[in-house]
DNA sequence: GGAGAAGCGG
DNA sequence: CCGCTTCTCC
């Protein structure tokens, strides 16, 4: 998979250097109601400083969306909502803001609210609530394959249209390997596990997307997601199902999943995910 | 209606003097779920200070009784209780205890635990959550007409039993007159203020029972509930319908509703009411 | 408006 | 376990 030089042309992110010099910040999250974790979400803006927080399950309509809080913070964002469940959103720290954003699929109909797309500085940033799948007996897994594919023809497309300037980041709902999970023999071919669920994740990484947690840990456990029963949290049994991938038109400088939120109050069941990129073509 | 004095060779209410002095202080509560309620409840008896407390809407099993903190508190116990609704409790500051308690109204069958007895001291403490009826249109107001009419006999009996040593406390949902009610108008003739359920109320003053709150201030205009909507607390839009009636044979000293704990969070929609009551008979 | 239930989704 | 919903009751 050659780097492809002859399209891109782009600028820098930012004009002047942020916080991280020259490097982008953005980071996943599923927050698992937005409604209830907006506070979360504030106070992790404002210690992380990321330039770009995708969140996935804002469990809130289009109107709900908490834009005043979210700009009062110095964030631009743009969202896709949909009452109860899902609901995806990319917040921009200003100057940056998201331009040309695309809900949904194109040409994948779907009436839930899982995808929305951005281009942010020169990359085009897509952000995803990946089916759940509930139990590989399910039709919510046929379902879930049906939407893989969807989502598989979409990045290809992405990808060739920005020059491989796209991070494709959200909650996967597939852990990619058995390293990413705290006990693969009870996980073997079950949901977010299954041998069809990872083979789609190596297709989209095929299509020449880079795991950047993976990338820049090749050996590290860690999770990103622990059930809320059970404990799970606390004996640190969880799955590395949040993902930031992308394309061979960028550069990982480093990544990491912050624990810390899982341990405030009332947490999400998931951790913020991050990647810093280098913004040298 | 003369004062029995053949009957009743009672001892003082208890050994030594309480913080009341010589007088015991009861009160009635509807808590509105004792389990979100607890804390609001053992911290108002740690500074009422009150040596019976009856609850109302408990909305919990018998098995859920919180008995250990209401003991650590210093209190005992006797408790009706009932999944989802209704449900009442008599707390006794120690060393009173609470003696030949009897849950419902004998005799009369139902299958909502509304109504709990038990010997204090030398008096008999009836507990009640009133049937609320809903409207006068409702089937439920039929019900509570039946039910007052099953009540009053069995006061009239518990007053013949206890030479008149009875206390009859907790939520009437009925306000007795208009001065009870922030708008007379409005609720004129409306459920908990129609002409049988006042009736009603009257007809067990009647037996010889005293309105204590009524009784110690004859022309205050005071509240122990508020709905919870239209910010009608903080307005002081509300009604007096949690009482504390006591029989021929006792007599009172004081009485108030406190409408603090009504302003904590979460609060109860209704606020305790209390009354203090002379051991001389 | 605030409590509880029951049911869905994860 | 935790969030959402709709429902009932007051």
Redesign the pocket.
């Known amino acids: 998979m050659p780097l492809e030089s002859g399209g891109s042309n782009h600028a820098s992110f930012l004009d002047q250097p942020n916080d991280h010099g020259v490097a982008l910040k953005l980071a996943t999250w599923n927050v698992?109601?937005l409604?209830?974790r907006l506070p979360h979400v504030l106070s992790w803006l404002s210690t992380s400083q990321c330039d770009v927080l995708c969140l996935q399950e804002l469990?809130l309509e289009q109107a709900a969306f908490p834009q005043a809080e979210i700009e009062a913070a110095g964030y631009r964002a743009a969202w896709f909502g949909q009452?109860?469940?899902n609901g995806v959103a990319i917040l921009t720290r200003l100057p940056l803001e998201p331009r040309d954003v695309v809900c949904g699929i194109p040409d994948y109909p779907d009436v839930q609210s899982r995808v929305i797309a951005a281009t942010v500085g020169d990359m085009r940033v897509i952000c995803a609530y990946f089916?759940?799948g509930?139990s590989v007996e399910s039709d919510?897994y046929q379902y879930k394959l049906a939407w893989l594919a969807g989502l598989h023809r979409y990045i290809e497309r992405e990808l060739q249209l920005h020059d491989g300037r796209v991070v494709l980041l959200g909650d996967f709902?597939i852990a990619p390997a058995d390293l990413d999970v705290y006990d693969p023999a009870a996980w073997q071919d079950k949901v977010l596990c299954s041998k069809p669920e990872r083979d789609a994740f190596d297709q989209l990484i095929a299509l020449g997307l880079t795991d950047g947690f993976r990338h820049c840990h090749p050996d590290t456990v860690a999770y990103s997601w622990w059930?809320?029963?059970?404990?799970m949290f606390r004996r640190n049994l969880g799955l590395r199902i949040d993902h930031i991938l992308y394309g061979h038109g960028l550069r990982a400088l480093d990544a990491a999943i912050d624990t810390e939120p899982r341990r405030w109050e009332?947490p999400s069941?998931h951790a913020p995910v991050w990647l810093t990129l280098d913004d040298q073509p």
């Open positions: 698992n109601s409604k209830v469990k009452k109860t469940y089916v759940n509930e919510k709902n059930d809320y029963r059970a404990a009332r069941d």
